[in-house]
């Protein structure tokens, strides 16, 4: 399988376009900008998932010492444009094995800068005998080459007509309720690099929450906007973003009186076959609505964006059918009573190609939420403090290719202790070279995996780990300690 994350440059931002006749839910909504980056495709990847940067107490490259957190992104091909990192994969043997193969997407007259060009994930499947690749679902804004405008045929105005009303509960009345209270997020660095991608309000004080990636154009000087469907727009700064979790909540400059949160589900209570509804600007389309199911839980995805610096991300991801697309990261998936399940990230994609197609790959019907209930605890610790905070077992794991378990390393970077000396792990018992194979009831079959399942997870959280270490198997349980920051 192969996964890929959305990236789009931020292109100028034209007149709201016309809003369709007769349709509750629609509402007038800013245009694609031009400037947008393509998105960078994910080869298949094999289960063994990427060794994340040294230093991270619970990840360490293959054979190699861990340093200081955070881990080394997975194997994954950067950025597809020629202004995000393009380059280097992420040090494993993954880039030996899945070479990069970037899209393309035709643009106009592109802004300075090519921009960020989105996620690369790696979804480590334990069933399949190949573990996906992804990545978040970005942030380019997809451009088309006719520049003409476009036209809307307005609907007859004849007074027989009525207008149609939908019953509360219809895909229709949740999308009417919903698009309000979602937004287009638009972030520019300082040199006129930029991407496109989705948010939603999460309070009355104007604060949204989005994927880490879809604002990181913005930070360090950088310039950032939210547009809601009804054209207002709003300048806005980023109050705090979690690379590991690719969570971040930002704020409106001067927000209004009126808004509306929406509101917040239990992701614990999902269940695979429960209708999905997702919101976002795929390929700079706008508050889109598409709808699906929960296809799948708890799948673990690693994504980075393929840069030498990039910090690695994990989720224990909802797996939804609803077609996600490039521009989609950061919005919300929705129950059927448009309650937030979760935050859009990553999508599977099929290789880019085929009858001469430049274009950027889409959905295949595979796609990947972080659950709200880690995202809202991480959103709430970003408003209150400005920075994440993670669990941590307080040792480092191996992420060579096995479907065996999380091993523990021999070694940390720079000769440093594998099982940090006073940690969780250590006071559990622990040692270099056991297995992790199960924490509580989930299945580990690798290094990201186990992260996923951990960050889970809220520090002081007691767990049950299970491992081998010569031949027996053990479990004991532990209270997970916590790390601050990304760095």
Known sequence: ?????????????????????????ASPQPAASEGEAPTAPIPPAPQGAPAPAAGDPY????????????????????????????GAGWGSPYDQQYPHQPYQQPQPAPKKGSGRGGLIAAVLVAALVAGGAGGGLGYTLAKNNDDSGSTTVSASTDSGVTQVKRAAGTIAAVANKSLPSTVTIEAESTNGDGGTGTGFVFDTQGHIVTNNHVVADALDGGKLTATFPNGRKYDAEVVGHAQGYDVAVIKLKNPPSDLKPLPLGDSDKVAVGDETI??????????????????????????????????AS???????????????????????DGAVIGINSAIQSASSGGLGSTGQSGSIGLG???????????????????????????????????SGGAQITDSGSGGAAAVESGGPADKAGLKPGDVITKLDDSVIDSGPTLIGEIWTHKPGDKVQITYKRGGSEHTVTLTLGSRVGDS
């Not at 360490?60 to 950067?78: D, F, L, N």
């Not at 920075?387 to 290719?401: C, M, N, Q, R, T």
């Open 314 to 336: 994990y989720m224990s991801a909802l797996q939804t059918d609803a077609s996600i697309n490039p521009g989609n990261s950061g919005g919300p998936l929705l129950d059927a």
């Open 1 to 25: 399988m192969s996964t890929e994350n959305e990236g789009n440059p931020v292109p100028p931002a034209p007149s709201t376009p016309p809003v369709p006749p007769a349709t509750p839910a």
């Open 278 to 311: 997702a919101i976002g600007a795929p390929f700079g389309l706008s508050n889109t609505v598409t709808t699906g199911i929960i296809s799948a839980k708890n799948r673990p995805v690693a994504s980075s964006d393929g840069s030498a610096s990039s910090k």
């Open 59 to 86: 990840t360490a490259p293959s054979g190699a010492p861990e340093g200081s957190w955070p881990p080394p992104p997975p194997a994954t091909p950067s950025y597809a444009d020629a202004g995000a990192g393009a």
């Open 368 to 402: 990947f939420a972080i659950p709200i209930n880690q995202a809202k605890y991480v959103a709430q610790q970003l408003i209150k403090t400005g920075k994440p905070v993670y669990a941590k077992i307080g040792a480092s794991v191996s992420l060579e290719d096995s």
